[in-house]
C-alpha cells in the first residue's frame, strides 16, 4: 500500500528564496515545453527532449535531471488531453527524484536548487517518524501557504484484507469536508463558517497594518491551522471506525497523484492547492492502516460528473455545487453523496472483493 507523507521543510531565508527560484523557473519551464509539444503534437518524452532539451537548458539554466523532468511532467499532462494545450501555475509541484534530492540522516534532506544542492531541515510528525526509512524514489516539492513540503510516497505493508465485505467511498469536498457513500457527511460547515469570521478579521487587521495587528495576524492564522487539523483528526477518526465497524475498506480518490503524476484541473486543483485535504488524506490513510482498514486511491476523473444508475459522464450533471441530477436518466442526489458513490464503484471493480477462497475475478 502507497501511504503520502508530507514533510515539512524549514529552510534558511535563502534557502526558501531558491526553492522559490527554482520552482519558478521549474514550472515556467514546463510552460515553455507544453507550447512546443502542442505545436508538434507530440506526447513523445524522446522525441519532445530532442526538440527542447538544449533550449531549455540554456534558456532556463534547469540542471540536465531538472530538464527532464519537466519534459516528463509536460508529457504526462499533454497525454491526458491532446485538444488543449498544458498550462503550469508557477507555484505548481516540483518532482525530485533521487539523483536531486537525497536524505541526510536524522533530519536534513537536500536539495538541488538553480544555486547547487541546499541541505535543510525537515520536520515531521511523531507518527511520521517510523515510515521516514520507507521513504523511496520521487517526492513532490509542494508550496502551501508560503510553506514548502516535500510529498513523499512510502510503501507500507498491506493490511489484511480477508474480511473485507465492500468498500466505503468518501469524497472529499469544500462545503462538506468528508461524505461517504452512505450519505453521512463529516463536518466542513463549521470549519468554513471559522474561515471566514478570521478571514474577515483578518482583511480589517491588515488593512491597518500596525506591529500589533501583524503579531495578531499570525495568532489567528495559527489559530485556525489548529482548529483545521484537529477538525481533520475528528472526521478521520470517525470514517476509519465506521469502515472497520462494517468491514468495509476505505475508497477515496487518488488526490496526490500518487497512481498518475500530472496536472489536476477544476474541482481537483482547488482541492490539491488545499494543505487541509493533503491533511485528511494522509491522517485517513495512517489511521485506516493502523486499524487494518485496506485503503484503495480511485482514479479522480469526473467523479462529480458521472451518474451511479446510467454512467453517464456529463458536466451539467453536475447543476450546482450541492445538486447532482443526471441528464440522461433523471437521477437526482445530493452532489457529493453520488462522487461518494462513484468513488465506492470504482474501487469495488478495481479491487474485487478478497475472500478467503476467492481465486479472483
Ligand atoms: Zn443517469
Redo the contacts with the bound molecule.
Keep these: 500500500m502507497k501511504l503520502t507523507l508530507a514533510v515539512k521543510l524549514g529552510p534558511l531565508a535563502n534557502q526558501h528564496a531558491a526553492l522559490l527560484q527554482i520552482m519558478e523557473r521549474f514550472n515556467a519551464a514546463c510552460d515553455g515545453i507544453a507550447e512546443v509539444a502542442f505545436r508538434e503534437k507530440t506526447a513523445n518524452k524522446i522525441r519532445l527532449q530532442r526538440l527542447v532539451y538544449g533550449q531549455i537548458r540554456d534558456r532556463f539554466g534547469l540542471s540536465s535531471q531538472m530538464a527532464i523532468r519537466a519534459i516528463s511532467k509536460v508529457c504526462e499532462a499533454y497525454k491526458r488531453d491532446k485538444t488543449i494545450r498544458p498550462r503550469f501555475r508557477p507555484h505548481g509541484a516540483v518532482p525530485y527524484d533521487q539523483r536531486i534530492m537525497s536524505w541526510k540522516a536524522p533530519d536534513r534532506v537536500s536539495l538541488l536548487t538553480l544555486g547547487g544542492r541546499e541541505v535543510m531541515p525537515y520536520r515531521f510528525v511523531e507518527y511520521q517518524r517510523a515510515r521516514m526509512d520507507r521513504i523511496r524514489g520521487q517526492a513532490d516539492l509542494i508550496l502551501g501557504r508560503n510553506v514548502f513540503y516535500l510529498y513523499c510516497t512510502v510503501d507500507a505493508p498491506e493490511a489484511p484484507a480477508g474480511k473485507i465485505q465492500d468498500y466505503l467511498g468518501v469524497d472529499l469536498g469544500i462545503v462538506n469536508l468528508a461524505t461517504d457513500s452512505d450519505g453521512e457527511s463529516f463536518g466542513g460547515e463549521q470549519v468554513e463558517v471559522k474561515r471566514r469570521i478570521s478571514s474577515h478579521r483578518r482583511r480589517n487587521l491588515q488593512r491597518k497594518g500596525t506591529k500589533a495587528c501583524r503579531r495578531k495576524l499570525r495568532q489567528i492564522s495559527g489559530r485556525q491551522r489548529r482548529f483545521q487539523t484537529d477538525t481533520n483528526h475528528c472526521i478521520a477518526k470517525r470514517v476509519v471506525a465506521k469502515a472497520k465497524g462494517s468491514s468495509r475498506g476505505i475508497a477515496l480518490e487518488d488526490l496526490l497523484g500518487i497512481r498518475e503524476r500530472g496536472t489536476v484541473r477544476g474541482r481537483q486543483r482547488a482541492r490539491h492547492a488545499n494543505w487541509a485535504f493533503g491533511q485528511l488524506c494522509s491522517f485517513l490513510e495512517y489511521k485506516a492502516q493502523c486499524a487494518g482498514v485496506p485503503v484503495v486511491l480511485v482514479d479522480p476523473g469526473n467523479t462529480s460528473r458521472t ?6 459522464v456529463d458536466k451539467a ?1 453536475r447543476r450546482s455545487q450541492a445538486d447532482f441530477r ?6 437526482a442526489a445530493p452532489a457529493d453523496h453520488d462522487a461518494a458513490r462513484v468513488i465506492r464503484a470504482r474501487a469495488v471493480v478495481m479491487q474485487p472483493m478478497v475472500s478467503d477462497t476467492a481465486t479472483g475475478p
Design positions: 451518474c451511479l444508475e446510467c454512467g453517464t450533471n443526471c441528464v440522461s436518466c433523471g437521477f
